[in-house]
């Protein structure tokens, strides 16, 4: 997968703890793909499975909230799809 590289943040399902790491991902409007590289040395994509989870992604310089499901593909392939929250709104006078 080409494209870019951001920094999604998220908490572990178990461990209730906050973690960082950089992917690569695409963007088409408010939907983020991401390709997990080599998931099967990964533990991290494992919190998106079943209903997804909360996701944050460092976009554009700033920070977009979203809902990323992990789904397992042919050959042992990860993706995870991220749907964008609104932004919030802007205080312009």
């Given amino acids: 997968m080409r494209g870019r590289l951001t920094v999604v943040t998220y908490t572990g399902r178990r461990s209730g703890r906050s973690f960082s790491t950089p992917v690569a991902y695409q963007r088409a409007t408010d939907v983020v793909t991401i390709a997990?590289?080599?998931?099967?040395?990964?533990?991290?994509?494992?919190?998106?499975?079943g209903e997804g989870w909360p996701i944050v992604l460092d976009l554009d310089g700033s920070e977009r909230a979203g809902h990323g499901v992990a789904r397992v593909?042919?050959?042992?392939?990860?993706?995870?799809?991220?749907?964008?929250?609104?932004?919030?709104?802007?205080?312009s006078r």
Avoid: C, Y
């Fill in 36 to 49: 997990v590289a080599m998931p099967e040395r990964k533990l991290w994509w494992r919190n998106f499975t």
């Fill in 73 to 91: 593909e042919g050959k042992g392939r990860v993706t995870i799809t991220v749907r964008l929250d609104e932004p919030p709104a802007s205080n």
